[in-house]
């Protein structure tokens, strides 16, 4: 991975607010991969890509005086599904906040430790944040389209700054869109309002969004929480889909979702790792006491 990614300036900011100011995260990326016509999208020609390696050094995270995770060490593979469940409030979506550096945005919030990406510090001083961010996308419980902007420009928003043309921008959306499974579903109102869609359908918007600027690593904190079956059915397929592109880690409740998605599944508990392995294994024979209670609901 090419540091110099991390040292960019970029302005949208971390709870996906719309972008405000000068340069966006995605400057000076590739142009579109995919070209299209009358007939809709063409197949992508783009090779595919070695995706980020994460993996978390004795990471630590407080809010205030409250230790939320407790020296958590764990790796992420490129290209692979990493599930973490453990009961509410066992740190797992602080933790994975911290790997994209929105823990530290919350006041009194604060992290340490080292997030590593592709042998890269993301905790580095040198690093810039926001550039961090876009290597990094996240996906939330809810879908948070922007009101304002319609479907297209919502999954523009990160490319709006960058001196790219509007036919660019709109190429690359399209592209995302692509790759979210949205296109046939939202090529004809492409300039309707992104909160008209379902919320299965937002979802996937907000996906698409992220990856319009070209992430190495996917979070996704709870990403089927509010939806309903099929488009959970939907997010989960597409999830099998993405991981051939972006290394993508999923915190879920849903301990059935992560047995179908997951390649790895991590148990957290009090804020610590309790055990990691692959996942028909933790599902079926773990390791730990712990997780055998938790996975067959004796507790959480």
Known sequence: MDSSRFSETATVTDSNPEPRTSAEAGAGRPGPTISFGAEGPAKSLKPAREV????????????????????????????????????????KSTMVRCI????????????????????????????????????????????????????????TAGLRLTGASRSEMDDRGREALVG???WEEVKDRLKGP??????????????????AVDPEVMLMDEPCSALDPVATLKIEELIGELKERVTIVIVTHNMQQAARVADTTAFMLGGELVEVGATDKLFTNPDDDRTEQYVTGKFG
């Open 52 to 91: 980020g390696n994460v993996a978390l050094e004795s990471l630590h995270a407080y809010y205030g005086s409250n230790h939320a995770v407790r020296g958590v060490s764990l790796g992420f593979p490129a290209g692979k599904v990493t599930a973490i469940i453990g009961p509410s409030g066992c740190g």
């Open 180 to 182: 979210a499974g949205l």
């Open 100 to 155: 994209n550096r929105m823990h530290e945005e919350i006041p009194g919030a604060r992290a340490e430790g080292k997030v590593m990406l592709d042998e890269i510090d993301l905790y580095d001083p040198s690093i810039d944040i926001v550039a961090v961010r876009r290597s990094v996308g996240m996906v939330f419980q809810k879908p948070n389209p922007f009101p304002t902007m319609s479907v297209i420009d919502n999954v």
């Open 194 to 211: 992104g909160t008209g869609l379902s919320g299965g359908q937002q979802q996937r918007l907000c996906i698409a969004r992220a990856l």
